[in-house]
């Protein structure tokens, strides 16, 4: 395992320089710690380094470890960012907090149907494919509208901004070009009415470009964890 306290500072300390670069406090920019294919105990230690936000992408290697970790449950925010099947969205909706990965209005009236009534509504982020991204998923920019606007409408669910997993680049200023049109994008919901707060973007190789262009929060999980292997 990485020295998880000396892992966390590091990624803590590129956000405070892009926001300070940005002219933003760096307390607007969470840092969501992706933990995939890492055991219970990497969690365990994050989360006494003073992480508490997780991502997560499988949804049975996640159920695992939410179970192993219930003694934390309070003070840990579970995060669904991968690709989700219709048939796997009920546990999700029973057990995380948050859902990034929204890529069709479909799951997101399964989730709020299976959103149990004792819990808070489920944040949830609309994925879009900026550009031709890298993963396929996504609702395109010229739909994101009205699929914004019928998700925000559902019970049980509160749609908190938006989410981009876009093409990797080698520069900062091409690594900025679809953060920006997804910040856009964000913006002129906003301006047509949704209550938004958050833009999903921003991985371990582009954080910066993702601070500048006004990420809320940043999905990070080879910058803390380590490189992943994914042969079992
Ligand atoms: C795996 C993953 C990340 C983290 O990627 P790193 O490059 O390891 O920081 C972020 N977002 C999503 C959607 C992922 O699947």
């Not at 500072?9 to 933003?24: C, G």
């Not at 936000?53 to 309070?74: C, H, M, P, S």
């Not at 149990?116 to 982020?125: D, G, Q, S």
Request: charged share 20%.
């Amino acid at each position: 395992m990485p020295d998880l306290d000396h892992s966390l500072a590091a990624v803590q300390q590129r956000i405070a320089l892009a926001a300070q670069l940005a002219s933003r406090d760096p307390r607007s920019v969470t840092l969501l710690a992706v933990s995939k294919t890492f055991p219970a105990e990497d969690v365990r230690a994050a989360h006494a380094a003073g992480q508490h936000a997780f991502g997560e992408n499988y949804v049975q290697e996640a159920l695992t470890k939410i179970e192993t970790l219930a003694d934390l449950r309070a003070s840990l925010e579970w995060h669904f960012i991968g690709p989700l099947q219709s048939n796997k969205s009920r546990p999700v909706a029973e057990n995380f907090d948050w859902v990034h990965s929204v890529d069709r209005l479909k799951i997101a009236q399964r989730l709020a149907e299976q959103r149990p009534a004792h819990l808070p509504p489920l944040n949830v982020c609309l994925q879009v494919n900026v550009s031709g991204e890298a993963s396929k998923a996504g609702v395109s920019p010229a739909e994101a509208a009205e699929v914004a606007h019928a998700i925000a409408a559902l019970p049980q669910l509160r749609l908190r901004g938006l989410m981009s997993i876009p093409e990797p680049a080698e520069t900062i200023d091409a690594q900025r070009v679809p953060h920006r049109q997804l910040r856009e994008l964000f913006e002129q919901l906003r301006a047509d009415g949704l209550e938004l707060d958050t833009l999903s973007m921003g991985m371990s190789s582009d954080l910066e470009a993702a601070v500048l262009e006004g990420a809320t929060i940043v999905r990070v999980g080879t910058a803390i964890f380590g490189a992943r292997d994914y042969s079992h």
